[in-house]
């Protein structure tokens, strides 16, 4: 029933609305106290998700001085003001981070990642009193102070094109004997040649995935080729091996060799000016490192000469010379993180050395299955040390 016109006293509530609106009172003094509370101990208002909830009003912010730690924090920004706005966070007349046009009864999240210091925070209307922002040192902050400038890697990498320079040129002069003694008919002699080509393009191969077109060229393997050893694709190294070591013979080598020595040499004069982020260097040690661990040493590679631990000491080589190019730029920022790396770089090495004999390494398929299984964890100790590197010198 309505209300009459001219009626001087208003519907009585029932008992049950009234307890309602007692109880909804209660609960808006209680919250009005709490926010009272942090704004005037200039606390940060976290929400369950971890952001800071800054109320804006027509006048303040609420609360208008904030303190977080440096890092990435992130902003809940609640317009309880009439106007649409924006909220900044400024650094003298700089703005740093900001969120623009946020309308009455609206909220926007913004993330910051600030270094430690103090800043403003503007609250609605420009003539409104800006609010104070309180970055204080983190274990986040102090640890990314820490990590090198990227131009610090302008040297190790400069080195490391050298390494890759002499490394190619190694590869091209090896591979040029080899064609040759494919040419002269001596078998001997180019399974000697073979064997000194493969060390130098093993210790480039953590870099194989710059130059991938090439590589697929130069040493891809016969198991991922559909038609295995009698496919087109199976080129390179391999194709060679499969004719010195299974066929034992040179029929049909001399235009494999030529064309295994045309790729080399492309590769040499790509590597001159090949660009190699400096987060190239562990993402690439780590990446074939890991692969050695999952896949090349239970199946092996070399399945006709058998040469799979000379493969795989060429490798942990170069993987050797690119950790000990970073090192002196990553050990102030990751001490323990380098601790790690050389210390499974030296188990690594003892464990490819344990297996040598005499007469060096063993023939792969006389590995037994518990030797491959050790040198599998270790390699992939290995890899897991490496993958840590990036990331800890602020590389990713």
């Known amino acids: 029933m309505t209300q009459t016109a001219g009626s001087s006293s208003p519907r009585p509530s029932s008992q049950k609305l009234m307890k309602l609106a007692v109880a909804g009172a209660a609960l808006l003094v209680v919250a009005g106290g709490v926010a009272f509370y942090y704004a ?3 606390l940060k208002s976290a929400g369950s998700n971890g952001a800071i909830t800054v109320t804006i009003n027509d006048s303040a912010c609420v609360p208008n001085e904030i303190t977080v730690p440096a890092g990435r924090s992130t902003f809940t920004i609640v317009n309880k003001s009439n106007r649409a706005l924006e909220w900044e966070i400024l650094d003298g007349v700089m703005v740093l981070e900001e969120r623009e046009n946020i309308v009455p009864g609206f909220t926007q999240t913004m993330q910051a990642k600030l270094k430690a210091g103090t800043y403003e925070i503007t609250c609605g209307l420009l003539n409104n009193p800006r609010g104070t922002l309180h970055v204080t040192p983190s274990a986040e902050s102090e640890a990314e102070a820490a990590r090198p400038a990227l131009a610090s890697f302008i040297g190790p990498l400069a080195e490391f094109q050298v390494f890759m320079a002499m490394q190619a040129n190694s590869l091209v002069k090896a591979t040029k004997a080899l064609d040759d003694a494919i040419k002269a008919g001596d078998l001997e002699k180019a399974r000697e040649s073979y064997q000194k080509a493969r060390a130098p393009y093993k210790q480039i191969e953590p870099m194989a995935d710059l130059f991938a077109d090439l590589h697929n060229a130069i040493d891809p393997v016969a198991d991922y080729l559909e038609k295995r050893e009698e496919d087109q694709g199976f080129t390179g190294f391999h194709r060679v091996e499969y004719g010195l070591y299974a066929k034992n013979s040179l029929d049909g080598l001399a235009p494999v060799s030529a064309k295994l020595l045309a790729d080399v040499t492309a590769l040499k004069d790509r590597i001159r000016g090949l660009r190699i982020p400096p987060e190239q260097i562990a993402k690439g040690a780590e990446r074939l490192v890991g692969q050695i661990a999952d896949t090349k040493i239970t199946a092996g590679e070399d399945h006709y000469a058998q040469t799979d631990l000379a493969d795989f000491g060429a490798n942990i080589a170069g993987v050797s010379r690119m950790m000990a190019l970073l090192k002196p730029v990553a050990v102030q920022a990751a001490p323990q993180v380098v601790a790690d790396i050389d210390g499974r770089l030296t188990e690594t090495t003892s464990a490819l050395a344990a297996l040598k004999g005499p007469d ?18 270790k390699m992939q100790g290995l890899a897991e040390a490496i993958g840590k590197l990036n990331a800890a010198v602020g590389l990713e």
Do not use: F, I, T
């Open 40 to 42: 005037s101990k200039g």
């Open 360 to 377: 060096g390494y063993p023939a792969y398929d006389k590995v037994s299955a518990d030797s491959r299984k050790a040198l599998a964890q």
